[in-house]
């Protein structure tokens, strides 16, 4: 059973910079595809960043491109989401998911497997 731990979230002020740090166990995650989402208050789950496994390809919404970084740890099963110049807007739950298409897009409908979840918030 996949399952996926998130951690690093906190309260920030505007400018600042935090990393999350997405932990998967319960498979061999090679072929996989590691996302993260988020969720504002009264929003949308929507999609931030997804990498894949095996080739390291990453792919980010334009609204947080230049600004967060997805990533593969040296760490066994880990990704990472470096996040820098937050801005209030990105103030969210934060998710780490899971999908077994080694090229899954930023559908939430691809991933299968999600964390419980880590709040960021960025104050002014």
């Known amino acids: 059973q996949v399952q996926l731990v998130e951690s690093g979230g906190g309260l920030v002020q505007a400018g600042d910079s935090l990393r999350l740090s997405c932990a998967a166990s319960?498979?061999?995650?090679?072929?996989?595809?590691m996302g993260w989402f988020r969720q504002a208050p009264g929003k949308e789950r929507e999609f931030v960043a997804r990498?894949?496994?095996?080739?390291?390809?990453?792919y980010y919404a334009e609204s947080v491109k230049g600004r967060f970084t997805i990533s593969r740890g040296n760490a066994k099963n880990t990704v990472y989401l470096q996040m820098n110049s937050l801005k209030p807007e990105d103030t969210a739950v934060y998710y780490c998911?899971?999908?077994?298409?080694?090229?899954?897009?930023?559908?939430?409908?691809?991933?299968?497997?999600w964390g419980q979840g880590t709040q960021v918030t960025v104050s002014s």
């Open positions: 998911a899971a999908s077994h298409s080694g090229r899954a897009g930023p559908q939430l409908y691809n991933y299968p497997y």
């Open positions: 319960g498979n061999a995650f090679n072929s996989y595809t």
């Open positions: 990498i894949t496994w095996s080739s390291g390809t990453t």
